[in-house]
């Protein structure tokens, strides 16, 4: 996951995944890197993030 897209609805099935394999017992390691942040935003998906009226 890069830093750009993190909050994605996508991302929250991967957190889900990560408890249940944490509450098995299973350890976790974290890589988080640097990039140049170019590119497309392939995969962003942030409906959640949008502003409705009321």
């Not at 590119?39 to 998906?45: A, I």
Request: hydrophobic share 35%; net charge positive; proline share 2%.
């Amino acid at each position: 996951m890069q830093s750009r897209l993190v909050g994605d609805i996508g991302d929250f099935g991967k957190y889900g995944m990560l408890r249940c394999l944490l509450s098995a017992g299973c350890r976790l390691g974290i890589n988080w890197y640097l990039t140049d942040g170019t590119g497309k935003m392939v995969g962003l998906r942030r409906p959640h993030f949008i502003k409705k009226e009321l």
